[in-house]
């Protein structure tokens, strides 16, 4: 396709778009695989109690996942985005069997390894290549489209692998879904997708945005508004995986089944998925600011209230509000940093941005571990809504709206 040729726009690309929406759906589908259950599988399968050791897999798939992040929003320009998605798929084809299979609790943080260079590589790309497609005036409902498939997937997978796991058991059958998702996901992948380099220089030649003179510098800390959301989505992600690896062992505790422990964990993405649907629409016509200050806010009243929560109704309202806060924040990360950002420069500021936002789930389950095992799981939950709120007052006093 010529230069020429090229426009921007949803309906426009809206074949590819589609297709792009649909592979991120199996990209994560990939992380429900183990949503719900792999706690559970920590303490029956291979009697691991501590839970900074139950929390490893999630630091080490949160470090690795950020690092992918930043490495593939700086390779995007170099190498091509549908390279990058292809190679995402590649290394997701081990993680089932892994899952299946593994004699030790280091093999399932190798498939955490792995699990973090596929979601890296594979929802950048498509993160990316989704942007680059629509261009300026529909940002935010292409992130809530593009979202909304992943964590509604993730939800999905997370309650069905939860329900197989009541019925027939932690392994083998749950996992079994991972074959599925890999295929579907590689195949598309290779010999559907297309290139969307010409849509970047399309979009640069029509841009007023000036170039970033550093983009790690301006995306962590000096461009005022990139920075803001940087640190709200690095905190965002420290409560998800503070939510991840707790809220099935708080459950536990208060002697709920693990069918009741999959609605509840499933429940959180699944209005995050949903809601993103909308509010992505919403980061087209609201101030972005509010957005995302009242996004934060809201999760950090929901956290709180996880604390004294004593009924399945209870947790199934505040998983549904943590979710909504959190589908008012996500698109609307995408989005600003976009929007702040010149197209030569976005591919590797959305890298920084999504290496930053993805190490809190390291550092959220490194905090929330510690705390708990020093203390006990209220401590820990409560420490986490109260960097929360911090977040929500960072990004009121420091954004300018635009």
């Not at 490893?56 to 992918?68: E, R």
């Not at 950048?124 to 997937?153: C, H, I, P």
């Not at 806010?297 to 998983?319: G, H, R, W």
């Amino acid at each position: 396709m010529t230069v020429s040729a090229i426009q921007l726009g949803l309906k426009e690309n809206w074949k590819q778009f589609t297709l792009l929406v649909i592979i991120n759906g199996f990209v994560g589908g990939m992380v429900g695989l183990e949503r719900s259950i792999l706690p559970q599988l920590a303490e029956q399968a291979f009697a691991i109690a501590a839970k900074t050791a139950i929390f490893s897999f999630i630091i080490v798939f949160g470090i690795v996942k950020a690092l992918t992040n930043y490495f593939a929003g700086s390779l995007a320009n170099q190498f091509g985005r549908k390279k990058l998605l292809i190679i995402g798929w590649i290394f997701a084809i081990p993680i089932p069997f892994i899952f299946l299979y593994a004699p030790s609790w280091n093999w399932i943080i190798a498939a955490n390894v792995l699990l973090g260079i596929n979601q890296g590589l594979a929802w950048s790309s498509t993160v990316v290549m989704k942007m680059d497609l629509v261009g300026d005036k529909q940002r935010g409902f292409a992130m809530g489209l593009n979202e909304f498939a992943g964590y509604f997937a993730v939800a999905i997978v997370a309650f069905l692998t939860a329900w197989i796991a009541s019925n027939y058991g932690l392994r083998p059958f749950p996992f079994y879904i991972g074959f599925g998702l890999v295929f579907a996901g590689l195949v598309l992948s290779i010999f559907f997708v297309k290139n969307t380099e010409g849509h970047v220089q399309l979009a640069a030649d029509q841009s007023s945005v000036p170039r970033l003179q550093h983009v790690f510098r301006d995306t962590t800390w000096k461009h005022r508004n990139l920075s803001a959301v940087t640190q709200a989505g690095l905190v965002n992600n420290l409560n998800d995986g503070m939510t991840w690896g707790l809220l099935p062992i708080l459950l536990i505790t208060k002697h709920f089944t693990i069918a009741e422990i999959g609605l509840v964990t499933a429940i959180y993405p699944a209005v995050w998925g949903i809601g993103q649907l909308f509010t992505g629409k919403m980061a087209d016509v609201f101030p972005k600011k509010r957005l995302l200050f009242w996004g934060m806010l809201l999760q950090a009243l929901a956290l709180f209230a996880f604390v004294f929560a004593q009924s399945m109704t209870e947790f199934i309202i505040l998983s549904a509000l943590l979710g909504f806060g959190t589908a008012l924040v996500y698109p609307t990360f995408l989005a600003s940093v976009a929007e702040n950002t010149h197209p030569l420069d976005r591919a590797g500021s959305i890298g920084v941005f999504r290496l930053w936002r993805d190490l809190g789930y390291a550092i959220g389950a490194i905090l929330t571990g510690i705390l708990a095992d020093l203390f006990n799981l209220d401590v820990s939950m409560l420490f986490i809504a109260a960097l929360t709120f911090l977040s929500a007052f960072i990004i009121l006093l420091r954004m300018q709206e635009k």
